[in-house]
């Protein structure tokens, strides 16, 4: 039944029902009914959401509701395809356009979205704006647009591709249809590009919290990159990952390594036929790899939500690079390790390409007309490209939090004073032993060596390496020769990299660089000026408390076993693993251990297809499984009374909160001691409201904002947020607002 698309017909209530029905959700995240209102309402929309945030469902659930047809934008044939797949196991009734189609079924597809069969169609950009495509959705009378990595369609974004351009055209090809736009990483620069290319009129913008707390991240000095690649892969051995690496010679030698070291790993780049990487792609769905070492050409087209960790082999070109491969981790809320390994040599090999693109946008130039288009821009993204590269050396060289500095670089402050989930905060980094005299040692060779040398010999004649080309010079006679022969190599060349990076040593550019000694080379030789080198702790990594909650409950036993059984029905349906069902349910089912569909029903993540048509043989597994072993059904935890909104993996958390919250102990506190992000212990308060219904909330929200917001939604209500937003003038965030209104719902 189509419905008019009116503020007023849609209530909270239908669309949390839709997502019930389809997903097995109870709950939205933050925003995410926001942003299905404006697709309600077809007012164009403008959507950040952090990759996990569930950007996916936004668009979603509009046309479910409005029985009516809209259209994805998707850059991926692989992208689309697993999103399709992944509704129609949901039941929901969604089509693909791409050149993947035989004749056959694009003509029985597109009759299908004539007569109104979909309620999603997905379609390439290229593909979308052709007559016969224009036709079909003017027939079908389209809804709205969504375009998904929306960044794609700015030149200050870090994937732009031309394609998207044409998508400027859309307004006038569809007038009054609404348009939205959505992406996981957008500095403001880049999101107010985004609003001019795609011409959208008075955009209701939606910005989430960039944060991803369930990640861990740790940047390291880079020394031996395959032992250390091998140290991360211990720590999750059967569990899926990404290794990135710089060129695709790089993630070939990676992948060898990985392969004799017996991990089930391939490489991927976009150098390998097409048939090959979709194999590839495939076999990691589906769960016959555990591992891909990958360029940046790796990313966008898979969905896999429970990868448990990324490495970057290589430091990535920019911090929105970083922030979209590691956002790759962890999409299902559980935790997942984030490991990059730095040296300055990743810098200086960027900085090479950007040079390289520099001469080619040159040469392009001169050949093309004067009339061209866009040909002033070349050197503007040239500098953009240097710029973003900055920014990246800096989060890597700074010893500051990564969780910090993250979110502030996508402009939101970051309020927690540690976010307990990176390698600074968790402190295991540390100084090098007498780094001074280290550097002293390393600057005095340079300067023995009358700075006529790269690092590599510098190295060499530091650890007395017996070499021809030593002896030839008579380095193999300076008082440096084997001063630190203790070192291996590897750790050295990091070492001379850390001064470079300090500014404590110079590196002159051209095709064979030389080392050269600068003011600040001198003062500390001269005793003048201290050193800090760093290194990891010989203890190693640290487990933090989010990860050890991850866990809390789960019969491990259980769960790799329904793991097992993800796997087999998988096969049998032909789509991936992860489609079946998610770690996170698994996990869920593997900590209730439920034993009858009503009680499957009642996880997280279980939808009422997907409880028809798995139901009986998940928990015939279940209930043998608990048979065998002897382990109770239906379990469950103190704190099932506290907040049924809350995710079960969070409920130790949320129990601990709840006591600090009724010792009057502010937001800031409790995130600090239960080392979760302010937004996640916003929620925990939330709930602590609604469910101990405290008769006041002074210690978390003063008087007079307590006094504005309860003005205001006397006026509108307390149901939906926005309004009140929008009226306080944007002046009190939405959190307090949440807080307030809670408050006063319990008052009525």
């Known amino acids: ?41 077809r007012r164009d929309s403008m959507v950040v959401l952090p990759t996990g945030g569930g950007k996916s469902l936004c668009y979603q659930v509009p046309p479910a509701l409005a029985g009516l047809t809209d259209v994805v934008v998707s850059p991926l044939i692989a992208l ?30 597109e009759s299908e979205i004539a007569a109104g069969q979909y309620r999603l169609v997905f379609v390439a950009p290229e593909r979308l704006l052709t007559p016969n495509i224009l036709g079909l959705l003017r027939r079908v009378r389209v809804r709205a647009f969504a375009i998904d990595e929306a960044h794609c369609i700015s030149h200050w974004g870090h ?10 055209a859309l307004k006038n090809h569809f007038p009054g249809v609404s348009v939205h736009a959505y992406t996981a990483t957008a500095t403001p620069r880049v999101r107010q590009d985004i609003v001019d290319q795609l ?28 032992k250390q690649t091998i140290e991360v892969l211990r720590r999750h051995k059967g569990q899926a990952g990404i290794v990135y690496c710089l060129s695709r010679r790089d993630a070939e030698e990676m992948a060898y390594f990985l392969q004799q070291s017996r991990v089930r790993a391939a490489a991927y780049h976009a150098g390998m036929p097409s048939e090959d990487r979709r194999k590839t792609q495939d076999a990691f769905a589906e769960e016959k790899l555990d591992v891909i070492s990958a360029t940046v050409a790796f990313g966008m087209g898979i969905d896999r939500s429970d990868v448990r960790f990324v490495i970057h082999a290589s430091m990535p070109k920019s911090i929105e690079h970083y922030q979209q491969e590691t956002g790759r981790a962890g999409r299902d809320g559980l935790e997942a390790e984030c490991v990059l390994f730095y040296s300055l040599a990743d810098v ?47 989060l890597c060289s700074r010893p500051e939090c990564r969780h910090k500095m993250l979110s502030e670089y996508f402009g939101q402050a970051y309020a927690a004073a540690s976010c307990g989930a990176c390698d600074v905060c968790l402190e295991e980094m540390e100084g090098l032993a007498e780094a001074t005299v280290a550097a002293q040692k390393i600057l005095s060779c340079v300067a023995k060596v009358r700075e006529r040398f790269g690092a590599g010999h510098v190295v060499d004649v530091l650890v007395g390496a017996n070499t021809q080309r030593i002896r030839s010079y008579g380095h193999d006679q300076l008082s440096t020769y084997g001063l630190m022969k203790e070192v291996d190599k590897k750790t050295l060349a990091n070492l001379i990299y850390q001064l470079l990076d300090q500014g404590l040593l110079d590196r002159e550019s051209g095709e064979y660089p030389i080392l050269k000694l600068n003011s600040a080379s001198w003062e500390v030789m001269r005793g003048r000026r201290q050193v800090r080198l760093i290194q990891p702790k010989a203890a190693g990594v640290k487990r933090t408390q989010a990860e050890e909650a991850e866990w809390e409950g789960v019969d491990r036993g259980l769960f790799e076993s329904l793991r097992e059984l993800r796997r087999e029905i998988a096969a049998e349906h032909g789509i991936p693993a992860y489609l079946v069902f998610g770690d996170a349910t698994l996990r869920a089912l593997a900590r209730s251990r439920p034993s009858s569909i009503e009680a499957f029903l009642q996880v997280r993540g279980v939808g009422q297809r997907k409880a028809t048509e798995m139901g009986d043989r998940f928990v015939g597994h279940i209930v043998a499984y608990c048979r065998e072993h002897g382990v109770p059904m239906e379990a469950t935890t103190p704190d099932d009374d506290l907040a049924s909104e809350q995710p079960k993996h969070h409920r130790p958390s949320l129990h601990a909160a709840f006591g600090m919250f009724d010792e009057g102990r502010s937001i800031e506190e409790v995130a600090r001691k239960l080392r979760r992000a302010r937004s996640t212990t916003m929620q925990y308060l939330a709930d602590y409201i609604q469910h101990r219904r405290p008769a006041e909330i002074d210690a978390w929200v003063d008087q007079p904002t307590y006094r504005q917001v309860a003005q205001v939604a006397g006026e509108v209500g307390t149901k939906i947020l926005r309004p009140i937003f929008e009226k306080l003038g944007g002046t009190i965030p939405y959190d307090t607002i949440r807080l307030v209104a809670r408050h006063l719902e319990i008052r009525e």
């Open 1 to 41: 039944m189509h419905r008019a698309d009116a503020q007023s017909a849609w209530n909270p209530s239908d669309i949390r029902e839709t997502v019930r029905r389809y997903w097995g959700f109870d709950t939205l995240r933050p925003l995410q009914e926001e942003a299905i209102l404006a697709g309600l309402q």
């Open 80 to 109: 689309m395809k697993d999103q399709v797949d992944g509704l129609r196991q949901c039941g929901y009734p969604a089509a693909a356009l791409h050149s993947g189609l035989s004749a056959g079924i694009l003509r029985q597809t």
């Open 159 to 168: 994937d732009f591709r031309p394609e998207y351009r044409q998508l400027a």
């Open 199 to 226: 011409r959208l009129q008075n955009p209701q913008v939606l910005v989430g919290v960039f944060d991803r707390p369930n990640l861990v991240y740790r940047i390291i000095p880079r020394t031996d990159v395959y």
């Open 348 to 394: 200086i090999r960027w900085e090479g390409l950007i040079a390289k693109t520099a001469e080619d946008a040159d040469a392009a130039r001169r050949n093309r007309e004067p009339e061209a288009p866009e040909q002033d821009r070349a050197g503007e993204i040239i500098a953009s490209m240097t710029h973003l590269l900055r920014q990246m050396q800096q």
